[in-house]
């Protein structure tokens, strides 16, 4: 298996090394990538077209609203595929629990403790200002809500997977990532319904107190909390599957 | 003044070498995590340092947090789980120097 | 009582974190730190009984406690570079392990004086069982300044004066 | 130093090659699944790095507007401007619409890699979440990770 | 000007400081005495480069300025809230995982750590 | 960009990558892929790429890192290879 893996290693990595030197230099300004119109046209017409200084939060939402959707959708299926996979009800199949060598006894460090105490409230504000200034700094829906699932990954590591879970409950979890992925629909068909296309933003100044621009921008911020709650809740139902073994009793 | 940022940057990947070495031979697991801890908290310092070269610091300094706090979550973890998979020693049991003599 | 006062501080480290004043952004941070607020507010403060004037004392406290740390922290460095810049087979490390008792009362005042512990030359808390710490020490100076009280008498003047 | 800066015209590409390769060695011939999908990631981030490095311009800036040109001195209003002109304009008639000092296409760096690339990490993350149950699956029903003693034992199974 | 020469110092420091967190991790010969080198050397060399470009940051002053360099300083304080934690969370793994501990006169280990 | 951070990032990387896959304890293979992850991180700032640069340390430095070793635990830690 080895030499077969080097072999066809040699191989791509020839092809590949045989067209870098076809490839404009590292950093040219007008390189065909560079110069090409649409990326020029992110660049310099986004703010006036979206009020949103960050280009990249508002290509993602809304230039590529469709893209950005379905990778969302991407995310919601990973998560539910790993409870497919899984996630085990009831008392049946000790097995695998017994090849665990050592039995758990659970210990509060006080030190751990206290520091996660602390340091979670903060972290969790940090996370929804990730959220909320998406627009003006780099960050959004999908940053925002690593770091608040990474919040509740941060409990469940200090103290133990029961105490995260009396506070974010799994049913609750999945009714959140669900949340996400309708609040995220429902304003493309929010546009739908006021009669333009799926995820056109501008329509929504009819029912907002905006003008079109701002209307753009204000849904931009609609769309990155939608991803962030789906984000949150898969992240940590994730968690909670990998650690505990799909028995959500005991974690890491 | 930029020449002397990235003369510091420069400086401190230097240094990121010896702590390499641990990662490379480091005898035992937990060497190589105190290593990555270590070098953790000085990609910190980078980031906000390229932030300066950038001359857009505001922007650089959220995820300098967010590094340091994923960071923090990362060590934790690995020490969980050798708190776990190890058996618990007993507070009493350990001996000190002055209790041995 | 405790939540606004919760909420005014996590309000305040949005205003640091923010750095926009117009009204929208100042409505989001209302709007978030209200929200955690409600779901995370009990893991802030422990003891809830303390009054007001406590915590007041204790906030014009810790700014000095922590320039004397930071004085610690700076020894604690020099120490470190001294130790392993000296050339030869290191003379002074000689590790050993110290146990010591603590007076402190408050669990708050164990985790301060536990890191202190860590933060000051030579010292690493590893670990901590009712008025007891576990200490590793790095040289002979360390352990023996290890029974050096003036650190937890600086904590009790700080963090337990109601007690 | 022009040496140095010879090399580095092209390192980037170079080294995204070598560390793709690293990734595809891995998945072909280690044995252990999680190394396998150690060398996964390390394969997407090297793609990841691939985008990237075609983005970048020489001199250029973050893809962030400067706070100058979001909150002109003279406030004339820019939130006024009308969007009805098509996708066809670019560039050269910026300055028209934004109040504000002239948005420079090659100021900034080039924001379509970034974006592609920024929801690839995440679904990264999460396609590693799911060979990760699949893992943990697999170890429960085997008893092992390595490759071939699953292989070994499905074929005595039969 | 003074506040470039304040910042270099700073940053100058900050590097010794980490110079000898690097060479004690190389160095020394046990895990618990690395654990020494990392922990502490971190802290502090880490607060003086941050504090040297906070106050780089700080020539040019006005609100933004000095809220950017809020925010540095409050990735200080986390630092020295975090290290502190997860040197104390790692050496208590070491132990309970049965690092041995180096002594001056070889052949004699401590049997218990 | 600034070609001589780059450089070095791009060298410590390659390194970072053949000891992840190489190191026979899969508990330092997770860590050390952390490692790899705080220099991508580092890479993607310095070309500029602020936001992947924010979503891989975001992503890897916590998030994936913790997954992998709730593997570890979850099966074993020794590997053949």
Known sequence: MKALAFIAVILTGWLLMSAVSDFPDWGDPASPANSYRLSQHYITETFPETSVPNMVTAVLADYRGYDTMFETVVIFTAGIAIIGILRRYGPKDESVLKQQATIYKKDDDLIISTTCRLVIPIIQLFALYVVAHGHHSPGGGFQGGVIFGASFILLALSRDLQTAQKWVPENRILKLAGTGIFIYAGFGFLCLALGSNFLDYQILHKIMPATPIEARSHAMLGVEIGVAFTVTAVMFSIYSNLASNGRMKEGL | MENFFILAGVAIFALIVPIFYRIIVGPTAIDRIVAVNVIGTKTTVLLVLIGIIFKRVDMFVDFALTYALLNFIGSLAAARYLDRVNPDKQFSTIKTKEQES | MYRLCIFLFLFGIWIVFSGQFDSFHITLGVLSSAFITAISSSFLFENRSKGIGVRLHELIRVPIYMVWMLYQILLSNIHILRLALTPGDLPEVEPSLVRIKTNLKTDFGKWILANSITLTPGTITIDIEGDELLIHSISKITTAGVEDDTMERKIARVFEKGE | MELLEAISAKFNYWVYIVIMMIGLYAMISKNNLIKKLIGMSIF??????????????????????????????????????????????????????????????????????????????????????????????????????????????????? | MILNIICIVLIGFGLLFFLGGAVGILRFPDFYTRMHAAGKGDTMSVFLILVGLAVYQLSDFNVANLLVAGKIFFITIFIMWASPTSTHALIKAGLEEGQKMWTRKDGKEDPQA | MIWIFDLFTLIFLVITAIISLHVKDLLSAAMIFGVYSFLMCLLWAQMAAVDVAFTEAAVGAGVSAVFLIATVLRTSRRSSD
């Open chain 4, 44 to 158: 997407q981030t090297a793609i990841i790095l691939f985008y990237v490095s075609i983005g970048v311009k020489e001199g250029a800036t973050i893809p962030i507007l400067y706070h100058e040109q979001v909150h002109p001195s003279h406030d004339s209003g820019h939130h006024e401007a009308d969007t009805s002109h098509g996708a066809g304009e670019h560039g050269s008639d910026a300055d028209l619409h934004a109040a504000g000092p002239l948005i420079e296409a090659d100021d900034f760096a080039n924001p379509l890699p970034h974006v592609l690339m920024l929801t690839a990490i995440v679904v990264g993350v999460s396609t590693l979440g799911v060979g990760l149950a699949i893992t943990q699956k697999l170890y429960g029903e085997f008893g092992t990770i390595e490759e071939h003693e699953i292989l070994d034992s499905i074929i005595s199974g039969k």
